[in-house]
């Protein structure tokens, strides 16, 4: 079993409409997670982090933590066209090295 | 300053060559990594640095040296290359923190490609 996993297959959402993303990890001891934004040829860019359980609200992106269903999701509200990029669900190990999913790749359509 | 640099942001090298990756932080970060990325994958961790000492390397081979020579600067040399080693690499910083709330910033990265 994969540490963190995210269902790959590209995700399109029309603008305007609400993107769910949804990522599960095996370590239950894990007590850091991350959501970076990709865009094509570039690199990552750290969008949100959440250690306790519950929701996070940022702006348009809302990070939502269940320890002990072991997910942890992101919703990206009004969806922009800015907003295509694959989106990387990461979670800290506590010695330093995070363990990426796969990604998950967003189309917004206007 | 919340920008991690990377120099070159290309670089094109033979099998023969020597060269070195750049990367540097005024974030008074502790913690500096680099990783390797290839096309449609996550990053893959090579090394990391706590205090400028080495502290994770995962099994990287040796064609592939870092340095850190302070605690704002961090080297990758590389020698003798391979064709597969064509990739994006990545360096990041952060906090070191015992309780691992340690977001990592990445830098813009370098594209490296091998002939």
């Known amino acids: 079993q994969k540490e963190v996993e995210q269902n790959s297959g590209p995700l399109s959402v029309p603008e305007g409409a609400i993107a769910s993303l949804n990522c599960t990890y095996s370590?239950?001891?894990?007590?850091?997670f991350f959501w970076y934004r990709q865009y094509s040829g570039k690199s990552p860019e750290l969008i949100m982090f959440?250690?306790?359980?519950g929701d996070k609200e940022d702006g348009r992106f809302t990070a939502q933590l269940n320890k002990a269903s072991q997910y942890v999701s992101l919703l990206i509200r009004d969806s922009q066209p800015s907003d295509s990029a694959t989106y990387l669900c990461?979670?800290?190990?506590?010695?330093?090295?995070?363990?990426f999913g796969k990604g998950n790749q967003v189309v917004v359509i206007p | 300053d919340t920008e991690v640099t990377q120099t070159p942001k290309h670089l094109v090298m033979g099998m023969t060559n020597k060269k070195s990756l750049k990367c540097e932080q005024h974030?008074?970060?502790?913690?500096m990594y680099w990783y390797k990325q290839k096309a449609k994958k996550p990053p893959e961790l090579m090394f990391v640095?706590?205090?400028?000492?080495?502290?994770i390397n995962e099994s990287v081979p040796s064609r592939f040296s870092p340095e850190c020579p302070n605690s704002s600067l961090l080297n990758l040399h590389l020698h003798a290359l391979q064709p597969e080693d064509s990739a994006l690499y990545l360096c990041?910083?952060?906090?070191?923190?015992?309780?691992?709330?340690?977001?990592?910033?990445f830098g813009p990265g370098t594209r490296l490609t091998v002939l």
């Open positions: 974030m008074g970060h502790r913690a």
């Open positions: 370590d239950r001891g894990s007590q850091s």
């Open positions: 990461a979670r800290g190990d506590g010695n330093n090295r995070l363990a």
């Open positions: 959440i250690y306790s359980n």
């Open positions: 990041a910083s952060s906090q070191v923190d015992i309780l691992a709330y340690n977001e990592q910033f």
């Open positions: 640095y706590s205090y400028e000492k080495l502290s």
